[in-house]
T-cell receptor, first 113, second 112 residues
Framework: EAQVTQNPRYLITVTGKKLTVTCSQN?????MSWYRQDPGLGLRQIYY???????DKGDVPEGYKVSRKEKRNFPLILESPSPNQTSLYFC????????????FGSGTRLTVV | GDSVTQMEGPVTLSEEACLTI???????????LFWYVQYPGEGLQLLLK?????DKGSNKGFEATYRKETTSFHLEKGSVQVSDSAVYFC???????????FGTGTSLTVIP
């Protein structure tokens, strides 16, 4: 089944403790992206990647890192999480961006205390 | 910069009522336009799309027409069902396809 898989689905952590949210897609998509969803703000793009080793900042990249060493994986790294990063995170992938739209993962609900 | 504005919710309708969710956009180029739907506890799913002016996207009884002259992409359905209860997001993507801009979402509840 074609899908985007994120792990974990739920995560509670403490301020400053590094964490990684994994994202993997099995559709051979070139484009991948991370979003955070907050009430009243909709979805905001954190980082995106057009291909292996090609990444760029979205609208809200502060406090996040990404890497794209393989086409299928696009992990999101929080080096020193803070409470304002408590949010619902979505990974998404796309074959051709604008034309095809994105396929989304099921989300990761992160709470930083 | 690019942006999407959609009507605020929540919207509550009776089953079989007509639905319109307004969406307008601001873009520098010639964007593609999308509607995504998010069911409770799930990720977003692509509902429909239109890639150029006057295109009509349609799926599952929902329709939206890309109106360049009014910079709009309103979502419509003639007869909603309880199973349509979800949050609906309007989105646009410029020609590079790298960045998507989402509206804030409109929550729809359909009551029997």
């Amino acid at each position: 089944e074609a899908q985007v898989t994120q792990n974990p689905r739920y995560l509670i952590t403490v301020t400053g403790k590094k964490l990684t949210v994994t994202c993997s897609q099995n559709m051979n998509h070139e484009y991948m992206s991370w979003y955070r969803q907050d009430p009243g703000l909709g979805l905001r793009q954190i980082y995106y990647s057009m291909n292996v080793e090609v990444t760029d900042k979205g609208d809200v990249p502060e406090g996040y890192k990404v890497s794209r060493k393989e086409k299928r994986n696009f992990p999101l790294i929080l080096e020193s999480p803070s409470p304002n990063q408590t949010s619902l995170y979505f990974c998404a992938s796309s074959l051709s961006g604008q034309v095809s739209g994105y396929t989304f993962g099921s989300g990761t609900r992160l709470t930083v205390v | 910069g690019d942006s999407v504005t959609q009507m605020e919710g929540p919207v509550t309708l009776s089953e079989e009522a007509c639905l319109t969710i307004n969406c307008t956009y601001t873009a520098t180029g010639y964007p593609s336009l999308f509607w995504y739907v998010q069911y409770p506890g799930e990720g977003l799913q692509l509902l429909l799309k239109a890639t150029k002016a006057d295109d009509k996207g349609s799926n599952k009884g929902f329709e939206a027409t890309y109106r360049k002259e009014t910079t709009s992409f309103h979502l419509e359905k003639g007869s909603v069902q309880v199973s349509d209860s979800a949050v609906y997001f309007c989105a646009l993507s410029e020609y590079t396809g790298n960045q998507f801009y989402f509206g804030t979402g409109t929550s729809l509840t359909v009551i029997p």
